[in-house]
């Protein structure tokens, strides 16, 4: 099959990274301090790349292959998109909730020959826990993790001629995220970047609130 090179959307990156310049740029104007002390809250929004089901999907590729004879070709991973929300049960301990999707597409060969393209749509639902190491008004340093169930939804849809079939299917396993080192910047509305890895990536960047 020979190595197969991650290839993320550019557009769709640069959309991301030119809204979250522009809320970071209104971040900086943000005035309240707010320190994660206690029975506070926040939501956040984010983006992640290069992550736990990609590198998954690109091994199961692999060992695909060897036993059927296909091939994937054209890979495109579009990033992981997430959402959570947190809750102080302690000064700079939260837990919370969060939901991930991914979009992963190839084309797929038999004979050297394009048969199809499959179409797989991940989502992650977990449960999380984060610690300050460093809690100031405008910055935090924090490690956190996040487990729970990823189900995905697979789908091929073979090209005109083809002999195979179109076909549809679920799969489950654990969902998991290590968040080795996050950095927050800001007050009440703040940008975080989070190194780590899992279901939002070995890199990871994204917005917060705080309520």
Do not use: C
């Not at 971040?27 to 956040?44: D, F, P, R």
């Not at 826990?129 to 995905?152: C, E, H, N, V």
């Amino acid at each position: 099959m020979g190595w197969t090179i991650l290839i993320y959307k550019s557009k769709f990156m640069k959309n991301q990274i030119g809204i979250f310049s522009i809320i970071a740029l209104l971040t900086l104007s943000s005035y309240g301090v707010q320190a994660q002390t206690e029975k506070t809250s926040e939501l956040g929004i984010g983006y992640g790349i290069i992550t736990s089901n990609a590198i998954g999907n690109l091994l199961g590729d692999f060992v695909v292959g060897a036993t059927t004879g296909a091939k994937s070709e054209n890979h495109q991973y579009a990033g992981a998109s997430f959402i959570n929300y947190n809750y102080a049960i302690k000064d700079n301990f939260t837990v919370g909730g969060e939901l991930a999707y991914e979009r992963i597409t190839k084309d797929i060969k038999r004979g050297g020959v394009k048969d199809g393209k499959q179409t797989d749509n991940a989502f992650t639902i977990a449960a999380t826990s984060k610690y300050s190491y460093i809690a100031k008004p405008k910055f935090r340093m924090y490690s956190g993790i996040g487990l729970g169930y990823t189900t995905i939804q697979g789908k091929f849809e073979p090209v005109k001629g083809s002999s195979s079939k179109a076909t549809k299917g679920n799969d489950g396993q654990f969902g998991y995220h290590v968040t080795g080192l996050g950095f927050r910047f800001g007050n009440k509305v703040a940008f975080n970047a989070e190194l780590g890895f899992g279901y939002k990536g070995i890199f990871n960047f994204g917005l917060n609130y705080q309520l």
